[in-house]
T-cell receptor
Framework: GAVVSQHPSWVICKSGTSVKIECRSL??????MFWYRQFPKQSLMLMATSNEGSKATYEQGVEKDKFLINHASLTLSTLTVTSAHPEDSSFYIC?????????????FGPGTRLTVL | AQSVSQHNHHVILSEAASLELGCNYS??????LFWYVQYPGQHLQLLLKYFSGDPLVKGIKGFEAEFIKSKFSFNLRKPSVQWSDTAEYFCAVTTKAAGNKLTFGGGTRVLVKP
């Protein structure tokens, strides 16, 4: 099956620093990738849709200058949390859709746990 | 806008009991429906999906779900659960109108007692 990886799996950083999270589709090409945020004991909330070669589309209420998304290739999207603060601590999950398949299934990465001190 | 609601936040049952998790969505047009499972400490995995055709969908690990269009429902069932089914279960929907973005329900945490 299609595999999506994320790196790092967990990160601890100081308040005010920036953190980059990578999302890779390992065995398929993904024109579209998605970034979600999951708070403890809550559901996944879509943050943004990442489109290869163009700007990401952010959901309402998500600050695009704080959560920078780059989708420079068909297998890699990155999410950079800029000037991170404790309230940004969360579980960040990416997913990817296979460009060659017409259905809407998304394949999920294992997630990245971010803790901001 | 589409939305998904899962009626039960927590379910506790014993091994061999039957499981049914409710899922309702609000959207009047064509939908694609999904059930995902998240085992403790693991990533989301697809259990089953419905796009069209037979409304009774069979998935992995003995799960099935039935799409009832008139009730806007897509309930998940398993006739006999095992301790290893302890996990969180998420119902999700995509629609063309929303750009095929996944909208998740709040999740149901299932605990199966051995």
């Amino acid at each position: 099956g299609a595999v999506v990886s994320q790196h790092p799996s967990w990160v601890i950083c100081k308040s005010g620093t920036s953190v980059k999270i990578e999302c890779r589709s390992l065995d398929f090409q993904a024109t579209t990738m998605f970034w979600y945020r999951q708070f403890p004991k809550q559901s996944l909330m879509l943050m943004a849709t990442s489109n290869e070669g163009s700007k990401a589309t952010y959901e309402q209420g998500v600050e695009k200058d704080k959560f920078l998304i780059n989708h420079a290739s068909l297998t890699l999207s990155t999410l950079t949390v800029t000037s991170a603060h404790p309230e940004d601590s969360s579980f960040y999950i990416c997913s990817a859709r296979d460009s060659l398949v017409t259905d809407n299934e998304q394949f999920f990465g294992p997630g990245t746990r971010l803790t901001v001190l | 806008a589409q939305s998904v609601s899962q009626h039960n936040h927590h379910v506790i049952l014993s091994e061999a009991a039957s499981l049914e998790l409710g899922c309702n969505y609000s959207y009047g047009g064509t939908v694609n429906l999904f059930w995902y499972v998240q085992y403790p400490g693991q990533h989301l995995q697809l259990l089953l999906k419905y796009f069209s055709g037979d409304p009774l969908v069979k998935g992995i690990k003995g799960f099935e779900a039935e799409f009832i269009k008139s009730k806007f429902s897509f309930n998940l069932r398993k006739p006999s659960v095992q301790w290893s089914d302890t996990a969180e279960y998420f119902c999700a929907v995509t629609t063309k109108a929303a750009g095929n973005k996944l909208t998740f329900g709040g999740g149901t945490r299932v605990l199966v007692k051995p």
